[in-house]
């Protein structure tokens, strides 16, 4: 090749060969992999995963587990929008397609900081779960280097310079640079992930983004339904492997009716 480094590389979550990868780093490198057949656990896959220090690891998901027991702990009323967000997430492995972006709105003590991290948690935790867009291109390229599932929190909009960047990011785009300390070297990035963004009202944004996005509405939770947020996490974390397990599932068993239509 003339360029020995060009290569295909993934975070977190990969689809190659009718195949899904989902990346545990867990520190020996085991990957889910999902099939219509069903899903395994494997070491070395035929694909390469990048790992930051970002990234926190996923646990091993059991057999016959609940997808749909995660959704509990969220504040989603509109049966609707259940119904949405529980396609929604899957699809986020799916890192062949573009995927739309995720707004969460409603007025404060609707759970929307919340609801973005435990849906980030179950697929992609992380150190920095909650960030805020910056408004050069440079930055939001490194935001989304890092990350697989950028989660913006409390945006109250989006100038027309992010927007286009986002929308960019979503269909699948990326940017090039030249490489530090060279003069005709460059460096290149491509993306095609979608983005969590929290926000009260929905935010400003350009038409062309709305396009490409979802938008789900939280209700203020009554005080005398309110949990704390701690009980909560933890209550996610003693079954993480459970709701993770259940998601497996159900993307293999998504494949197995795929291929039948």
């Known amino acids: 090749d ?6 295909n590389t993934y975070k977190r979550f990969a689809f190659l060969n009718n195949c899904y990868y989902l990346d545990l780093n ?3 490198g085991t990957v889910a992999k999902i099939t219509k057949e069903g899903w395994t656990l494997e070491v070395n896959p035929p694909i390469e995963f990048i790992r930051s220090n970002n990234m926190r690891p996923l646990p091993e998901p059991v057999k016959d587990g609940s997808y749909v027991k995660f959704f509990d702990l969220l504040n989603i009323k509109s049966l ?5 967000l529980q396609v929604f997430i899957p699809c ?9 972006a995720l707004f969460l709105v409603g007025m404060k003590g609707s759970s929307k900081s919340s609801t973005a991290k435990l849906i980030r948690r179950l697929i992609d935790p992380v150190v920095n779960e909650l960030l805020f867009p910056k408004k050069n291109e440079r930055d939001m390229n490194l935001i989304f280097n890092l990350n697989s599932i950028p989660t913006f929190d409390n945006v109250e909009s989006y100038d027309a310079r992010q927007c286009n960047f986002l929308c960019m990011a979503i269909t699948g785009g990326g940017m090039e640079e030249r490489k530090l300390r060279t003069n005709s070297e460059t460096v290149y990035t491509y993306y095609k992930k979608p983005f969590i963004s929290t926000s009260i009202n ?3 944004v350009v038409e062309d983004l709305i396009d490409r996005s979802i938008i789900i509405e939280l209700e203020k939770i009554d005080p005398e339904d309110r949990k704390d947020e701690s009980e909560i996490f933890e209550t996610f974390r003693q079954n993480h492997p459970i ?13 197995s009716l795929y291929s039948t239509m």
């Open 2 to 7: 003339e360029n020995p480094d060009s290569r």
């Open 26 to 28: 867990d520190g020996k």
């Open 80 to 84: 609707a929008d259940l119904y949405l």
């Open 92 to 100: 986020i492995l799916n890192t062949e397609i573009p995927r739309p």
């Open 202 to 204: 929905f935010p400003t």
């Open 243 to 255: 709701y993770l397990g259940g998601l497996l599932d159900v993307i293999s068993k998504s494949m």
